[in-house]
């Protein structure tokens, strides 16, 4: 009986998320995020999406625990558990906090997306925490995939420094030693 409801839950949630043409169903991955979200907040989001941005529009609900950390730490870190869902590849590059604004018993958190280190117009996440440092609401609009619309390809390395460094280090230790 729980395993019904539970299934009919989904099946109702998920059809809330259709994308404006019917004939396109959700990726698996972008399912998948959305009932992580789902289960993070213990079933209370509610997730808005935008089929032309192919992101979420709106997010609410008692979305992270209650923490201390500052609130621009705390978004960057839900953000950066979420990223696929809002198409970002480096968070902390991707989005710039261009504001904190204490509002009454919440803090907002204003979020630019920034594309090669150029804001991109009206690409803007607003993150509202309140006193606890819960997120209850992700609101905005972030056009996923910009990088390939852009040239056509991303403009990401294959590899991170770090990763570079320890290929580097591997294939120089594999190497046979010089001659005397």
């Known amino acids: 009986m729980l395993l019904s409801s539970l299934l009919l839950s989904a099946v109702v949630f998920l059809a809330g998320l259709a994308p404006a043409d019917p004939n396109r169903e959700l990726p698996k991955q972008t399912v998948r995020a959305l009932q992580k979200i789902q289960s993070e907040s213990k079933e209370t989001a509610t997730i808005q999406w935008n089929s032309l941005t192919h992101s979420p529009q709106r997010v609410t609900g008692k979305?992270?625990?209650?923490?201390?950390?500052?609130?621009?730490?705390?978004?960057?870190?839900?953000?950066?558990?979420?990223?696929?869902?809002?198409?970002?590849?480096?968070?902390?590059?991707?989005?710039?906090?261009?504001?904190?604004?204490?509002?009454g018993s919440s803090v907002i958190v204003y979020f630019q997306r920034m594309l090669y280190k150029t804001p991109v117009c009206d690409d803007q996440l607003v993150v509202e925490l309140d006193?606890?440092?819960?997120?209850?609401?992700?609101?905005?609009?972030?056009?996923?995939?910009?990088?390939?619309?852009?040239?056509?390809?991303?403009?990401y390395p294959a590899v991170t420094q770090e990763e570079a460094r320890d290929l580097a280090k591997a294939h120089e230790e594999s190497l046979p030693p010089p001659p005397p």
Do not use: C, F, N
């Open 131 to 155: 006193i606890d440092g819960v997120i209850r609401r992700i609101e905005g609009t972030l056009h996923t995939g910009l990088e390939k619309q852009r040239l056509g390809r991303p403009m």
């Open 63 to 103: 979305l992270t625990e209650p923490s201390a950390h500052s609130p621009g730490w705390i978004a960057y870190e839900y953000l950066e558990r979420h990223k696929g869902l809002y198409g970002l590849k480096r968070v902390k590059e991707d989005l710039q906090i261009t504001k904190v604004e204490p509002d």
